[in-house]
């Protein structure tokens, strides 16, 4: 091979990484387009949602949602695998969807923790998706996601935990060292999300939108790599 054909390769393998880095990505942009610009931080909850929201420590009325396997109740989207073990379930693999399968919710809030198993570890919870078939991105399309994740390389706030992807970054970022649990609250209520991260409001948001009010609940796995443990998964539906 002489030099210049060499040089022209390249080029093109160059080009081919940029475009599958473009396509990889416009899923993304199309839904920032299509719904909203980013939202800036916000933790205000308004006195119409706090007074339907549980107390921290309040754990009546929440129910399990892990069965005795990861096939009692869940299925599998896309590519990955959980496995559920003692209460814990593990991430492998993905990116893929592992979702709940025996009903629907329209107001609650879901409780759960989860600890990274690396800095790279990436995973989110969705809620209010319709059946998505055969395609994680419907969930991430159709329904909206908290993100459990970091961005090491400091870029956007948007792939912060806490953020209600990718619309809006939290004010603040309590989580604890990687390796440790932590917990997270998810409520859903009207067109308003609130998430709590180890008991700090960081992310309170209004979809514009107005995407759907009743779905699915789910868990990402993503790559080998950025593996994710999660556990004590509880849900409470309110008015």
Known sequence: M????????????????????????????????????????NNRIPESISQLLPQPNDEAGFRPLFGSSA??????????????????????????????????????VVRGEWRFENRESDSGVFVRF??????????????????????????DPTWHTGTLYPFQPPTHVPTKPVGEWNSYEFAAIGHT???????????????????????????????EGKGTQHRRLRIKELP
């Open 193 to 223: 999300y609130v998430v709590r991260i180890n008991g700090e409001t960081v992310t309170v948001w209004t979809d514009p939108k107005q995407r759907s009010t009743v779905g699915h609940i789910g868990l990402q796995n993503y790559h």
């Open 2 to 41: 002489n030099r210049k054909t060499s040089t022209t390769r390249l080029r093109w393998q160059g080009l081919g990484f940029i475009v599958g880095l473009v396509c990889s990505l416009s899923p993304i942009a199309s839904l920032r387009a299509a719904d909203a610009t980013t939202s800036p931080p």
């Open 130 to 155: 319709p059946d998505p078939g055969q395609d994680p991105w419907n969930a991430i399309k159709l329904g909206h996601e908290l993100e459990l994740g970091d961005d090491p390389a400091g870029k």
């Open 71 to 108: 096939s009692n109740g869940w299925a599998q989207c896309g590519p990955g695998y959980f496995t559920l073990t003692n209460g814990v379930a593990t991430s492998h693999g993905g990116m893929g969807l592992w979702w709940y399968t025996n009903r629907t919710f329209t107001n609650f």
